[in-house]
């Protein structure tokens, strides 16, 4: 049966098919090596190169860079259309950019809690230390949740919700435990 389904294919449209797949790889390619040369650009003139996080920085334009490709890429398979191929791979390549997303929540999220809580510090009110070591875990666990929740975006919203309890009381009863041993 399937020999018999491979003999009745239009070949010209599977012929087209590849050309356009492969144009949209080397577009993809091409996409990416410019847009990393361009971000590497931009931080050598905003001199993150001096900065401590800076291999933060080039993580953050590798992933761009490859988010990129796997993009072009998930395009090009697509077109293809090869139902059991592209179907299982596109599920694969979905959880890439997830997981990009959640990384750049993540890279916000910190770098707005460690501005509130530079803020705070620079305050001086009563118990500023306190105050700021909460602001701070307030911002990263709300991020971080969110984070978790794109992360996790291919799976179901109450497993989802499962996880993030357990962990919350997890993190909680670390975070108690620790406060108790270090008062002693």
Known sequence: ML????????WNIVF??????????VIGIFLGIILNWILKKISKKAKL???RG??????????I???I???FLNLALVQLDIPVFTGWLTSILLVI?????????LGVGFAIATYLKGIIEESRIEDYRILSRIVWSFVMYIFGTYALKTALISIETKT????????TAIIGTATAFYAIKKGR
């Open 16 to 25: 087209s098919n590849m050309i356009i797949a492969v144009v949209l790889l």
């Open 160 to 167: 989802t919700n499962y996880l993030l309890l357990i962990l």
């Open 49 to 51: 190169h001096e900065a």
């Open 65 to 67: 860079t490859w988010s």
């Open 3 to 10: 020999v018999k389904e491979l003999f009745m294919l239009d």
């Open 69 to 71: 490709y796997i993009l």
């Open 97 to 105: 950019p997830a997981i990009t997303g959640a990384l750049l929540l």
């Open 54 to 63: 800076y291999n933060f920085i080039k993580l953050f334009i590798t992933i």
